[in-house]
T-cell receptor, first 111, second 112 residues
Framework: NAGVTQTPKFQVLKTGQSMTLQCAQD?????MSWYRQDPGMGLRLIHY???????DQGEVPNGYNVSRSTTEDFPLRLLSAAPSQTSVYFC??????????FGPGTRLLVL | SQQGEEDPQALSIQEGENATMNCSYK?????LQWYRQNSGRGLVHLIL?????REKHSGRLRVTLDTSKKSSSLLITASRAADTASYFC????????????FGKGITLSVRP
């Protein structure tokens, strides 16, 4: 099993550009989440999904969209990148609200 | 807002010593988890303790939970340089639309 994979590993964007961060898991987990990690802020939940076709907002959803068309994939879309979205983004999956399996992260720099 | 808050923010100890980290939270929980993050990597699950449990062990890790004080502690015994990492607590609050909420983390440095 590959576990949770994230692509790309690193991305540089210009303000106003859009992009999609990919996340995939091969563990058949229903629960998937996106977090951002900023220095001194810990992990903050952006969006999460409790199953295919179901998504909900977390603590910091503004500027991000998600969809969950399959159990395996949970992409995060930045509609119009802003410097405040410079961060490290982590995707996680789990069978429920217990042990979360994290991907390796995507480092995003918005200029 | 973040549910869990770890204390201290940073901890530096000598190899072989014990490291104790604390986490406090605000609302009732179903369970509390501890994670480790090595520099530049994703988080790794260490241990989960449920709200009806008071203490749990896993190898050199010991976790306690006091629901009356809304706090938990993580003890790492006989620390090693490889334990150098950031440690996070995460809580799963009771109620509808429950989500997992992470604290800001504790940076542990173990000096060889």
């Amino acid at each position: 099993n590959a576990g949770v994979t994230q692509t790309p590993k690193f991305q540089v964007l210009k303000t106003g550009q859009s992009m999609t961060l990919q996340c995939a898991q091969d563990m058949n987990h229903e629960y998937m989440s996106w977090y951002r990690q900023d220095p001194g802020m810990g992990l903050r939940l952006i969006h999460y999904s409790v199953g295919a076709g179901i998504t909900d907002q977390g603590e910091v959803p503004n500027g991000y969209n998600v969809s969950r068309s399959t159990t395996e994939d949970f992409p995060l879309r930045l509609l119009s990148a802003a410097p405040s979205q410079t961060s490290v983004y982590f995707c996680a999956s789990s069978p429920g609200l217990e042990t979360q399996y994290f991907g390796p992260g995507t480092r995003l720099l918005v200029l | 807002s973040q549910q869990g808050e770890e204390d201290p923010q940073a901890l530096s100890i000598q190899e072989g010593e014990n490291a104790t980290m604390n986490c406090s939270y605000k609302t009732s929980i179903n369970n509390l988890q501890w994670y480790r993050q090595n520099s530049g990597r994703g988080l790794v699950h260490l241990i989960l303790i449920r709200s009806n449990e008071r203490e749990k062990h896993s190898g050199r890790l010991r976790v306690t939970l006091d629901t009356s004080k809304k706090s938990s502690s993580l003890l790492i015994t006989a620390s090693r340089a490889a334990d150098t990492a950031s440690y996070f607590c995460a809580t799963d609050s009771t109620g509808a639309n429950s989500k997992l909420t992470f604290g800001k983390g504790i940076t542990l440095s173990v000096r060889p």
